[in-house]
């Protein structure tokens, strides 16, 4: 079992950046493959990126291709989600999620656990 906490969350101009990172204890991190959602007011929990458990992999929703980054360092268990260019359809909740099969999945139901979530608000 791994338990994730998400930080870096906040309130952000349009145009600007935020790093959030997603710190894991229990389990070993290097064991899973790491993946970041988001949930807007009153719409379904959706795929922004993952990566692979050695990070040579990563994925990308459309939406955020260009403009988000995600990382991962397995000596400080964390995983990380670089955002840039933000624009205010990226203001939601951000989770990060495990997942200890070997492949990326988008599907929010691969993935077997999840943080508390950070707010993310991107003003016009």
């Known amino acids: 079992q791994v338990q994730l906490v998400e930080s870096g969350g906040g309130l952000v101009q349009a145009g600007g950046s935020l790093r959030l990172s997603c710190a894991a204890s229990g389990r070993t991190f290097s064991v899973y493959v790491m993946g970041w959602f988001r949930q807007a007011p009153g719409k379904e929990r959706d795929f922004v990126a993952a990566?692979?458990?050695?990070?040579?992999?990563?994925d990308y929703a459309d939406s955020v291709k260009g403009r988000f980054t995600i990382t991962r360092d397995n000596a400080k268990n964390t995983v990380y989600l670089q955002m840039n260019s933000l624009k205010p359809e990226d203001t939601a909740i951000y989770y990060c999620a495990a997942d200890s099969s070997n492949w990326i999945a988008a599907s929010q139901h691969e993935y077997d656990y999840w943080g508390q979530g950070t707010q993310v608000t991107v003003s016009s």
């Open positions: 990566i692979t458990r050695n990070g040579g992999r990563t």
